[in-house]
């Protein structure tokens, strides 16, 4: 009798949900006061050489790899698979090339336009939030890879198994974050080039995952307040870069995205900025001064954000053209950021495919004073308590 009981129990219990994230993820680490983290973008290249110009993919997926200090969670900006996001080269230049960081479910895909080549979005100004925003661009002509690149696994975006999300967010460590990393979908936003264009004289907005958006910036997770970093395809702000020059010329021009900076800071309207914005799609390495609202240099007083332009994971690289001076600095290198975080602080460190540390430094949340790192602080030692040394400020 004992047993029959047990057997009826067992088949009146409900079936394990589908939707149930696999075991292991998000990855389980003991909590030590700090969030580590790798940034980069426009990666997906594969191996070999290019007509186009040499690419790091391998040396830049091989050094993350071996990172001493392993990072928690790894985030790809975009352009994970060129040219055209097919899904016949998920396996080779994405699953095999961050095997090590798909296994342990610390890689997490923001789209990139290279991803939705031969897309376009619906009608309607109110697009889902999952893939079934986006069709072929060609009526019954498969040329649309964006539901095959959502709904693959290891690409890590959001959501459940049957609803992979575009845009979402990963706090990280749980229950107490330190940090919210916002991951957007630029491609129907604001950008050159953008899949949500004006039709028939009437502007058209992605006005969910604005919505969206500041939902997201709005909630505070951990006390104090927990890092807010956005990561973007398309960048608000970058150097100009260019992808060749002829004759003095400057061809396949990528600057700031000035439509998707101002749709951004109307969607956040009286909300605290975020502190960092990392993006990719401008082929080089940036980092910016806190620049404010304007996208100028912070003024006195204002709250200012950094950016980050991270495009150099393994596709053929661009040339910075001229100085701006809202950037620290500005360097035509393959590489990667790595991101230490503590409730304070942010200390960075920017690697190339050689395992040399082309920039550092850090800053204290809040301020927008950079300083450089410690003699000898290294990306994996020790953390001062904070970034500014006694009386810097």
């Avoid at 974050?177 to 992605?206: H, K």
Wanted: proline share 8%.
């Amino acid at each position: 009798m004992p047993h029959l009981v047990l057997a009826l129990l067992l088949a009146s219990a409900p079936a394990p949900a589908e939707d149930s994230p696999a075991p292991g993820c998000p990855p389980e680490r003991a909590p030590d006061g700090e969030t580590r983290l790798v940034f980069l973008g426009d990666s997906g290249y594969g191996e070999g050489s290019s007509g186009w110009g040499g690419q790091g993919q391998e040396a830049i997926a091989a050094r993350i790899e071996g990172l001493r200090l392993a990072p928690d969670l790894v985030f790809f900006l975009g352009d994970n698979v060129y040219w055209g996001g097919s899904s016949e080269l998920f396996k080779s230049r994405f699953d095999d090339m961050y095997a090590p960081v798909i296994r342990e479910c610390k890689a997490h895909a923001a789209l990139g336009n290279h991803d939705v080549k031969g897309c376009r979005t619906l009608e309607g100004p109110d697009l889902p939030g999952d893939a079934t925003a986006y069709e072929d661009a060609r009526p019954g002509v498969k040329t649309c890879n964006a539901a095959a690149a959502l709904s693959h696994e290891p690409f890590g975006f959001g959501g459940v198994a049957s609803r992979r999300e575009r845009y979402y967010s990963v706090s990280w460590p749980t229950p107490r974050p330190l940090v919210d990393v916002i991951v957007l979908d630029s491609n129907t936003l604001r950008v050159d080039g953008g899949l949500v264009q004006e039709r028939e004289g009437r502007p058209r907005e992605d006005r969910s995952q604005l919505r969206w958006l500041r939902t997201a910036m709005a909630q505070s997770s951990g006390e104090p307040r927990a890092w807010k970093v956005v990561a973007v395809h398309h960048p608000p702000a970058t150097p100009r870069g260019c992808a060749c020059r002829f004759f003095g010329w400057c061809l396949g021009r990528h600057q700031d995205q000035v439509g998707l900076r101002s749709q951004l800071d109307a969607a956040l309207e009286g909300l605290e900025p975020p502190d960092i914005v990392l993006a990719g799609h401008n082929h080089v390495y940036a980092r910016s001064h806190a620049l404010g609202r304007s996208g100028e240099l912070a003024r006195s007083g204002e709250r200012g954000v950094r950016y980050f332009v991270t495009g150099g994971g393994g596709a053929p690289l661009y040339h910075v053209d001229g100085n701006d001076e809202r950037f620290a600095k500005a360097l035509t290198t393959h590489h990667f950021v790595y991101l230490r975080l503590t409730a304070s602080s942010a200390f960075f460190w920017v690697m190339d495919g050689s395992g040399r540390i082309r920039d550092s430094g850090c800053f204290d949340k809040g301020s927008n004073v950079d300083h450089p790192l410690q003699r000898g602080l290294l990306y994996d030692a020790p953390l001062p308590p904070r970034c500014a040394p006694p009386h810097a400020e």
